[in-house]
């Protein structure tokens, strides 16, 4: 079975000998059940590589909201104030996702971070070809799309 | 008490978001910027209003459907505005005449759906 099962049971678990089976205990059951299976089966290499990616996804989805915020702002400036300030781009960038699962992660994030929006993958799966809605400066959003990259590739690999 | 104040404050910020996104539909110049204003304040709007929801009841019930939703949200918004943006730009909706560049232009085959990457200009 795998680790996240483990952390299931052991969720259910805590939530059984509470008597409390509400969506907060079984997430305090969760974080207890990690730690225990963090500590105790650290020789395990299955779990000592889950432990080290529970992290990663927690850093993914704080990031994704975060720039999901910080990109609704930008936007509702613009819708706002009467001037356009946007300066639009369809830009290329390359992709080092190889799987269907990454890409279609990374696609996603994408479009719901600031001011990009996914259009197409070339058919060799080499390119990802974005909207931009604020080119400031091309070398900065592939960079920042890289770095996307590698934390969506570090919870997946 | 201060959990009235936080509903509140999420509710308000929620509606807001889906106004900026009505708004952005009209004002925005093109097709693309249409979808940007959807999908992200769409999903930040309703996100925001789900989180009040479940704010207000807390009851695990209804959490557990509200947090469904907002998955559901996050998991389909951008796969459809991906869908419309991508298929709009093939059939040739005219884009704001403002752009900055276009990479993406002459690279798809409409006979053959090949949609080639920017090295396959220098050896064809």
Known sequence: MSPLSWNLILALVWAAITGNFSGANLLVGFGLGYLILGFALRDVPDFARYREKMPRVLMLLTHFLRDLLVSNLRVAYDVLTPTHYMRPAVVAVPLRAKTDGAITILANMISLTPGTLSLDVSSDRSVLYLHVMYLDNEDDLRKQIHKLEDRVLAVLE | ?124
């Open chain 2, 1 to 124: 008490m201060i959990n009235d104040l936080l509903v509140s404050v999420m509710m308000v910020a929620g509606t807001f978001f889906m106004f900026l996104a009505g708004i952005g539909v009209l004002r925005m110049p093109d097709l693309l910027m249409r979808l940007h204003a959807t999908t992200k304040a769409g999903t930040l709007g309703a996100g925001l209003v789900m989180l009040a929801v479940a704010t207000h009841f807390l009851d695990a019930g209804v959490t557990a459907r509200t947090l469904a939703i907002i998955l559901f949200i996050l998991l389909t918004a951008p796969v459809a505005a991906h869908a419309i943006g991508r298929a709009g730009y093939f059939v040739g909706v005219p884009l704001w005449d403002k752009m900055l560049k276009d990479d993406l232009k002459d690279r798809y085959d409409p006979d053959t759906h090949i949609l080639h990457n920017p090295d396959d200009d220098k050896n064809p």
